[in-house]
């Protein structure tokens, strides 16, 4: 039986670091020359494939997902389930006449979608998919990630100011006064992880949820500041990343398409593709902060490779985003400012507190009820009052119209 | 409280979602090529011309009288009278159209030709489905394309069939008795000549005879 036992472990965990062997094997079996180059392919080529693949399957899944809420089928003409559809967008926006402006700015019109482009696979190279299975070891990774994600915004900018377009220039104004805005609690809500992790790689913050007490994980969403740090990041993610509700730069019932509105053919699938890696990657560090990165979600699931915990997790939250896109409405801007400075700003401050108390508390047995109590209690006051607060200034009532009238 | 409405809508999307898998009605949306919705009697998209018997050359009902040429708004009907004639339903001898066009990226399926035939020849048909890789050659209709039988027309439009069939029966009646009546007058006209050449007959050949005897 315990032999049994060992067996099957033995067998998960070479399942489990399958890629890490191979890329092992490939790497030490080239010639030494060649060897900078092969390792680089390795992790590279992987990730070209992999995330353009999912953006694929992503958006029929979306336009799916979309329909059913509104009782429609979706697409379902091409392939099985209309699951090849994507394919048929990429030979429509292939073929697709590649228009530039006449009074657009060239160069910067053309770098546009290839800066926002590598800066969205950029991104990638710090996120653990799996155990060991990381393109960069970097100690900063947190750091490089947010960093490079900021990158976008310059990109969006150069989109807009380079098509000398009203529309584009608007979303890109739109897009750059949310993306700043909302930057600030995105990376407020993950310090609290960084305080109570120590540590800005990504790798350690993942081991240091992968560990189990009786059956249940340690990920930080099942703290009540770890809980509400992860509502919190999410809902900065979707801004960040212009999803809806949060997609005014782009709203095409006001400003058409916003920065993007002058490209076309395969520089706009390059605008969309950026868009869906940023989410992806965003999603993928929600998970690796909050959620356990490539952690199983019970002791003994984790027979099933780390990746494909991963990967799982990142469709749920995938479907998460659909699911947010088809239920909300677009928020107007002053909306939308008001809830970054006045509700999650706040509440991302008060997460850290939180999060300062959860680590000095001591975690003797009384204290592990106590904890958790007081620490909800952090959040949920704040919350209350903040969400009262708000709701104070805004009266509804039926709008009274005068019209002019004599005398 | 912040966050309710969020939570209602995310339900309410939620049940759209699953209840669109588990209830088959919620789902409208008529999948075009394999399934289609019943057209109304009254759908009408370009004329055919009607013809009567098995032989669309026979039985056509057009005797090349211009008016819809004439009517068309668009101008997209073109007719060429025939130098001979044929006998129609009544057995009335008609020109009939040696060339009759409709272009039918021309028309505008206003139904003023069906309006106006007096001779039941035009009607509207109900197909749709036109699209060809020949924009010109391919949707100007000649008249071997635009003949259509009669069963036709009462399986596309029944109730309209249905009148004129009953119009054109007692029309043909009507005719079938005036013949009859002109045959049953000239038959008795031509016995009543017949008596009275007899009569003469009788008397010249009394009148013959009495010279003679």
């Known amino acids: ?407 | 409280m912040l966050g309710e409405g969020i939570v209602k809508g995310l339900i309410e999307t939620a049940r759209n979602f699953v209840g669109s898998y588990v209830d088959k009605d919620r789902l409208v949306t008529v999948q075009y090529p394999e399934e289609r919705n019943p057209l109304p009697e009254a759908a009408r998209n370009f004329p055919f011309l009607l013809y009567d018997g098995d032989d669309p050359e026979a039985g056509l009902r057009c005797v090349s009288c211009h008016i819809c040429e004439k009517e068309c708004p668009p101008r997209c009907i073109h007719i060429e009278k025939s130098t001979d004639k044929k006998p129609d339903f009544v057995g009335k001898q008609q020109f009939y159209p040696k060339v009759f066009n409709i272009d039918v990226s021309v028309c505008m399926s206003c139904q003023i030709c069906v309006e106006v035939c007096p001779f039941d020849a035009i009607r509207m048909d109900k197909e749709f489905e036109l699209s060809t890789d020949d924009r010109f050659g391919g949707l100007l209709w000649t008249k071997k394309e635009l003949a259509k039988p009669n069963e036709y027309y009462q399986k596309i439009h029944p109730m309209e069939a249905a009148e004129t069939d009953a119009r054109r029966a007692e029309e043909l009646k009507q005719t079938q008795a005036k013949a009859a009546a002109a045959a049953a007058a000239a038959a008795a006209k031509a016995a009543e000549a017949a008596k009275a050449a007899e009569a003469a007959k009788a008397g010249n050949g009394a009148a013959g005879k009495e010279p003679s005897a």
């Open chain 1, 1 to 407: 039986m315990n032999g049994y036992f060992a067996m099957a472990t033995g067998l998960a965990e070479r399942v489990d670091q399958i890629f890490v062997t191979f890329d092992h094997w490939a790497v030490t079996n080239t010639p030494e020359p060649l060897r900078w180059l092969v390792s680089i392919l390795l992790i590279v080529v992987p990730i070209l494939a992999v995330f353009p693949g999912l953006f694929a399957l992503t958006t029929v899944l979306e336009r799916k997902g979309l329909g059913r809420i509104q009782n429609r089928y979706g697409p379902n003409r091409v392939g099985p389930y209309g699951l090849l559809q994507p394919i048929a967008d990429a030979v429509k926006s292939l073929t697709k006449e590649d228009v530039v402006p006449r009074t657009a700015d060239g160069v910067v019109h053309y770098l546009a979608p290839l800066v926002i482009v590598s800066t969205a696979f950029l991104a990638y190279a710090v996120l653990p998919v799996g155990r060991n299975m990381i393109a960069v070891h970097l100690d900063a990774g947190l750091l490089f990630f947010f960093a490079i994600g900021s990158a976008t915004e310059l990109a969006v900018f150069m989109a807009g100011w380079s098509s000398r377009n009203k529309y584009s220039l608007l979303g890109a104004m739109r897009a750059i006064a949310q993306m700043i805005s909302y930057e600030v609690p995105l990376i407020l809500s993950s310090i609290a992880v960084i305080m109570i992790a120590g540590t800005l790689s990504p790798e350690k913050i993942v081991l240091e949820q992968a560990q189990y007490t009786g059956i249940f994980p340690h990920w930080y969403v099942f703290t009540p500041w770890g809980f509400a740090g992860f509502l919190l990041f999410m809902t900065a993610a979707a801004a960040e990343t212009n999803r809806s509700p949060f997609d005014l730069p782009e709203g095409e019932s006001e400003i058409i398409a916003g920065y993007f509105v002058e490209y076309s053919g395969f520089k706009f699938a390059l605008f969309f593709l950026a868009e869906y890696l940023e989410i992806f990657a965003v999603s993928g560090l929600g998970i690796t902060l909050f959620l356990g990165g490539w952690s199983a979600p019970l002791s003994f699931l984790a027979v099933i490779p780390s990746w494909i915990w991963f990967f799982a997790k990142l469709l749920v939250m995938i479907g998460v985003f659909i699911w947010v896109r088809g239920t909300m409405p677009r928020l107007r801007m002053d909306q939308l400012m008001n809830f970054a400075w006045k509700f999650m700003l706040p509440m991302a401050l008060i997460d850290m507190v939180c999060a300062g108390v959860w680590r000095f508390l001591p975690g003797g047995a009384l204290w592990v009820v106590l904890r958790w109590l007081i620490c909800a209690a952090i959040i949920v006051v704040p919350y209350v009052a903040l969400a009262r607060g708000l709701e104070q200034g805004r009266k509804i009532e039926q709008r009274v119209y005068r019209y002019a009238e004599e005398g």
